[in-house]
């Protein structure tokens, strides 16, 4: 059975680091696609960064480029999330989600079949 399960998150200071793992089983990881994304209160869900697994592939939504980094160990079936210098407006919950296809995740779409149950990230001083 697929199953998605995240850590590392909780409280942080802005202007602080976290990192977040995703751990996967049930499931070949270097056929698809690994991605994070994120809801707040109030807000609509959207995608934070995805990496293909078998060839890296990565991409970022602007609000996170050179601040956030994802990344995966294949031996372990875990995808990262590096998140520095973070600020109140990525206070979310954070969802870890698998699909085949790198470019489907990429869009957004929030049409996925397999979604972990999320970890709350909060920034505030």
């Known amino acids: 059975q697929l199953q998605l399960v995240e850590s590392g998150g909780g409280l942080v200071q802005p202007g602080g680091s976290l990192r977040l793992s995703c751990s996967a089983s049930?499931?070949?990881?270097?056929?698809?696609?690994i991605g994070w994304f994120r809801q707040a209160p109030g807000k609509e869900r959207g995608g934070v960064s995805c990496?293909?697994?078998?060839?890296?592939?990565?991409y970022y939504v602007d609000s996170v480029k050179g601040r956030f980094t994802i990344s995966s160990d294949n031996a372990k079936s875990t995808v990262y999330l590096q998140m520095n210098s973070l600020k109140p407006e990525d206070t979310a919950r954070y969802y870890c989600?698998?699909?085949?296809?790198?470019?489907?995740?990429?869009?957004?779409?929030?049409?996925?079949?397999?979604w972990g149950r999320g970890i709350q990230v909060t920034v505030s001083s």
């Open positions: 989600v698998v699909d085949p296809s790198f470019r489907r995740l990429r869009a957004g779409t929030l049409r996925y079949e397999h």
């Open positions: 049930g499931f070949t990881p270097d056929r698809y696609a």
């Open positions: 990496i293909g697994i078998s060839d890296g592939s990565t």
